[in-house]
């Protein structure tokens, strides 16, 4: 067997890894994580680490489930692939599609399967254009997120995203996307009563709507809480707005449910938690739990009627839409969740429990804001509470409290200087304790070595 230093030295050689700075990986050597099981993970030293992102928001009923192992070994053993093009069907993946029906907000009665968030989200883009087309409105292109949004890696759904310095990698955007700012309160607004700033931030879509032209906007796309975008929750009236604009101007609203769905905002989906009537939602993550890649799209009658009836071929698919061994792990995870009450554990339990034992941070001197929802919250910190001065450059600080975290046992995000925690659905209050102590402890040792 190798040795780290032999595992780190081939990682080097030949791993180019996604999402990483490769100078800094290059300096100090990636860590080999060779087990997991119920919320830890453990490197190839045999050192212990509490995984409070749940993976990359996504292992919610936790590492080290033998049913899923068990539900995949007996669909990989019965029929380990087939496809659903032309004319061809399995029965994980019909299952699969009217259980998530069920589950869905009312109306989002018809799935379409891709592998990854990001196909997921490109097949939208596809899906809510070729819907127009067939209505007779090939103008309505347009498709507007927001500053910050995360949507995928790939380029057109990076496209629909807002991040800018992926925008700059790859020759910047595709036409026909545009952005608004975020609803992001404490950064724009911190003095304004909230709901009044929930009220303006959605009048930017209105703003955009009238300098694109009504006519030519095909949807509006966000997440119910900004994720990789900073953990913004929405501001009271935010969404309510944001509906009502889309319906004056007959706009499709897209909702991304990568993250926020199956549990993690306290209720199924973070559409119920906000009141949100989608047309169409995005869902990836949590559906198999991370155990298997596996995304899906829901769309209503108005979306499926159209496509069905008056489309023909949709042109579109992925050899693995709706892989019958991942399908299997997703109905799984669905019994799971289910079984163990883990939407409810959320909403009752434990995420009010992370609120609380987080508020108290707001006393440090970093921390300027703590937020969140459910079972995922961001503590954003700040230079100077009184100037309301943020760090520059943006991020440097946020990633040396990360690194903090993680030299000391924790994986605990950073976007910007936004340190966010989005742990599995079934951590424990001691394990809840100890993650918090642990980001109080990095806060402290990011402030100490802060440049004077
Ligand atoms: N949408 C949201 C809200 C996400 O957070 C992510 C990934 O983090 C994606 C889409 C992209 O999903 P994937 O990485 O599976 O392509």
């Not at 749940?54 to 899923?68: K, Q, S, T």
């Not at 069907?89 to 599609?97: G, K, M, Q, S, V």
């Not at 009220?199 to 209105?206: P, T, Y």
């Amino acid at each position: 067997d190798r040795t780290t230093d032999a595992w780190r030295h081939l990682d080097a050689a030949h791993h180019l890894h996604p999402f990483t700075d490769y100078k800094a990986l290059a300096a100090e050597g990636s860590r080999i994580i060779v087990r997991a099981d119920g919320c830890s993970l453990w490197d190839s030293e045999g050192t212990e680490i509490l995984d409070g992102m749940a993976g990359l928001w996504c292992v919610n009923v936790g590492y080290g489930r033998d049913e899923l192992v068990q539900a995949a070994a007996r669909q990989m053993s019965e029929l380990p692939y087939y496809n659903l093009f032309f004319k061809t069907a399995t029965r994980p993946a019909i299952e699969l599609a009217s259980r998530l029906a069920d589950l869905a907000p009312p109306g989002l009665d018809h799935a379409f399967f891709a592998n990854s968030g990001s196909e997921a989200n490109d097949t939208i883009i596809r899906m809510v254009r070729q819907y127009w087309a067939l209505e007779g409105h090939p103008e309505r292109r347009v498709i507007i997120g927001r500053q910050n949004g995360y949507h995928g890696s790939t380029v057109a759904a990076a496209s629909m995203g807002g991040m800018s310095a992926m925008h700059k990698q790859g020759g910047g955007t595709l036409p026909d996307f545009h952005h608004i700012r975020e609803p992001h309160h404490f950064k724009y607004a911190q003095d304004q009563d909230p709901e009044a700033f929930g009220r303006e931030a959605a009048g930017w879509l209105e703003e955009a709507i009238q300098a694109i032209g009504p006519e030519r906007v095909a949807a509006f796309v966000g997440e119910p809480v900004q994720g990789a975008g900073g953990l913004i929750v929405p501001p009271p009236g935010y969404w309510a707005e944001i509906q009502r604009i889309c319906s004056k101007h007959d706009i499709l609203l897209i909702v991304d449910e990568v993250i926020c769905g199956f549990g993690r905002t306290g209720q199924w989906f973070g559409s119920q938690t906000f009141d949100i009537r989608p047309d169409i939602m995005t869902l990836a993550k949590g559906l198999s739990s991370g155990y298997l890649p596996i995304a899906a799209v829901m769309v209503g009658q108005r979306i499926g009627r159209t496509l069905v009836e008056k489309g023909g071929e949709f042109v579109h698919g992925f050899t693995y839409s709706g892989h019958p061994t991942a399908c299997a792990v997703a109905l799984e995870t669905l019994s799971i969740m289910e079984r163990e009450r883990l939407v409810e554990r959320v909403r009752d339990d434990v995420g009010p429990y992370l609120m609380e034992r987080l508020g108290a941070l707001r006393e440090h001197p970093l921390v300027g804001e703590v937020r969140g929802v459910g079972l995922m919250a961001g503590v954003e910190l700040i230079r100077d509470k009184t100037a309301h001065a943020f760090f520059s450059p943006v991020g440097k600080v946020g990633t040396r409290c990360r690194d903090h975290c993680f030299n000391n046992n924790v994986i605990i995000r950073a976007v910007a200087d936004t340190m966010v925690l989005s742990p599995p659905l079934v951590i424990t209050p001691a394990q809840i304790d100890h993650m918090v102590d642990t980001l109080t402890r990095s806060l402290d040792q990011t402030e100490q070595d802060l440049p004077t």
